[in-house]
């Protein structure tokens, strides 16, 4: 039957007999094997040592019989990028990472003296997995068999900081890895002196020498010990929860629809996404898999951690360092907090969000707590009605976080448009048509178009000038841009831009990301944005705000009870930096409010 239709069968596919085809399975090969040499640039000695692998690793699961040199499958795995390559390839397939940690730590213990190097790979499969113990014996049997190994060491220093066996944590990472964070905080915390020669009286004041004081048993305080703690929950995100942080600053990144991918780099690294992905969704992974490593008061107040929930917090009264009164918004209840570095800066009413519990003597804030704008609260008072997720903080903060969008005073959104204009026939001719559509300005050759608002206010649309023999055309949306340009009959548009205008990120340029160089504004463009700006702080005056219950702010301003609420938020707007972006004058604002 096949045969009389054109087709053949081999194995279990089927295809046409006069054509040369190939299984999906064998296709779908090819264009990843493709894909890995592209992304790793393979020479061809590449796919040689790649094909060792995989026959060893196709031999482990029985799909081939014959069985490979077990050190010519562990050499390969040394050879340029290809263990990256051969872990993408299992990626590409679905398969569970774990798979390949046993298939690497079985080639390492068969592979004799060339066995270091899949040990080291399984050691740090099986530490990004949270399997301590396996990555410990591995990493082990790995530096046995060649001491310079660097991942297996960094494997071990954390291993042991997280056991906070912190002198050991300090000795392997700084020869391994010298940029790791954990370098920096164990060095400020058990070398802080270091400029101190040993016979030196100690800096700490106790009289003594510094080698038999600070140098050999430094002092911890209690935050240290907080931070301490708080490095290893973060550490294991980093390490383990990697992917959910992904997902996380993913949520957050979506929140605004101009989502820039640069924007998802910067939430990865950004200290609050961070906290949120250790704090609010990985204490409870972090307890089982990691908590058996620690001190057993450090694994108390990791229970105690688990026990504690992110809340909105006001300032009830005038702080007084390190002590600061907090109320929760949410249920009235009050707690004394102990925090050196925030309260010389806070005030009554202010607003945070934070973790509150218990840390080695004291409640403290885990982590850093965030104050929330004005303009945020009543969003962020709805975020606590119900008990918010991790997922549903990312989103939160993706919104608090979000640019705002800026406007002109038609509701049109901001686009900064220019177009290069030769005229169809003569420059007389088209000035006549300019002078008949628009109004002249009598010191130059420039044009405005402008409206009437519903306010009786005459508003810029665009300007039109020459230069040399062209006529170059500029609005502040694209709207206006293509009004002006249809009403032209006598020019030809031979060059043309629109650029919108974003304010940046607050999270600025992520790690990868290119850094951006701003040119200032032109004289030009500064000047109409500034009016534009202007306008609508005239209407901001009298529009009404959530933030202040639905008044404006002339009423808060008299308003008692919403006076020092439009202040804060008069506050927060900022000064204008003068050369970059544009945003609202406080100043000018207090004084049309007569807040001075």
């Avoid at 935050?223 to 996380?248: C, D, G, P």
């Avoid at 009786?456 to 293509?482: A, H, K, N, P």
């Amino acid at each position: 039957l096949l045969a009389s239709v054109g087709l053949e069968h081999r194995g279990e596919y089927v295809g046409p007999a006069d054509t040369e085809w190939l299984p999906p399975g064998v296709v779908r090969d090819r264009e990843d094997r493709a894909e890995l040499a592209a992304m790793f640039g393979f020479e061809p000695c590449c796919h040689v040592a790649f094909d060792t692998v995989l026959d060893a690793w196709r031999w482990s699961i029985g799909v081939t019989d014959t069985e490979p040199d077990v050190a010519d499958a562990a050499k390969a795995l040394e050879h340029g990028e290809v263990t990256s390559a051969f872990i993408t390839w299992f990626d590409m397939r679905g398969y569970d990472l774990i798979e390949v940690g046993s298939f690497f730590e079985s080639l390492g213990e068969r592979a004799g003296r060339h066995g270091a190097v899949p040990l080291e790979r399984s050691a740090w499969i099986w530490f990004t997995e949270g399997d301590i113990e396996s990555a410990i014996d591995n990493a082990q049997a790995a530096l046995a068999l060649d001491g310079d190994l660097r991942e297996a060491t960094i494997i071990l220093g954390h291993v042991a900081a997280i056991k906070s066996d912190y002198t050991e944590a300090l000795r392997l990472l700084r020869r391994s890895s010298p940029e790791d964070a954990w370098v920096e905080l164990l060095e400020r915390i058990f070398e802080p002196f270091p400029e101190t020669a040993r016979n030196e009286p100690c800096p700490c004041g106790s009289g003594r020498k510094y080698k038999v004081c600070c140098a050999r048993d430094p002092r911890v305080s209690p935050i240290q010990r907080m931070n301490l703690l708080t490095h290893k929950v973060i550490a294991f995100v980093e390490i383990v929860q990697s992917a959910h942080l992904h997902y996380l600053s993913h949520i957050a990144a979506s929140a605004d629809e101009r989502r820039d991918p640069n924007d998802i780099r910067g939430y990865l690294t950004d200290p609050f996404m961070v906290e949120i992905a250790a704090l609010e969704g990985s204490l409870d992974l972090f307890a089982g898999l990691w908590g058996p490593l620690l001190t057993q008061d450090e694994a108390d107040t990791i229970d105690l951690w688990r026990a504690s929930t992110r809340a909105l917090w006001e300032v009830s009264d005038e702080p007084g360092v390190p002590y600061v009164v907090l109320r929760d918004t949410r249920t009235g209840d009050t707690v004394t907090v102990y925090d050196e570095t925030m309260t010389p800066d806070l005030h009554s009413g202010e607003l945070l969000m934070g973790i509150v519990a218990p840390a080695f003597g004291e409640d403290r804030f885990l982590g850093n707590a965030m104050r929330v704008d004005i303009r945020h609260r009543d969003m962020t008072l709805k975020l606590f009605d119900e008990d918010p997720t991790d997922e549903d903080f990312a989103l939160w903060f993706g919104l608090v976080t979000a640019p705002p969008m800026v406007q002109t005073t038609e509701g049109q959104n901001m686009v900064i448009c220019r177009a290069v204009c030769e005229p169809v026939s003569t420059w007389e001719t088209l000035a006549r048509e300019l002078d008949a559509l628009f109004e002249q300005d009598e010191d130059t050759e420039e044009w405005v178009a402008t409206f009437v608002n519903d306010a009786g206010e005459t508003v810029l649309r665009g300007t039109l000038r020459r230069e040399d023999s062209q006529l170059i055309v500029e609005t502040m949306s694209e709207e206006r841009f293509d009004d002006i340009l249809g009403t032209l009959t006598g020019v030809t548009v031979i060059e043309e831009s629109r650029e919108p205008y974003v304010f940046p990120s607050p999270l600025g340029p992520g790690p990868r990301s290119e850094p951006v160089i701003e040119e200032p504004m032109d004289p030009e463009t500064r000047a109409v944005l500034t009016e534009i700006m202007q306008q609508k702080e005239e209407t901001w005056l009298d529009e009404e705000i959530p933030a202040f219950g639905g008044l404006t702010p002339r009423q808060a301003a008299a308003d008692p009870t919403r006076r020092d609420d439009l202040i804060a938020l008069l506050d927060s707007f900022g000064a204008p930096d003068g050369s970059h972006s544009m945003g609202f004058d406080p100043e000018r604002l207090r004084r049309l409010l007569e807040l001075d």
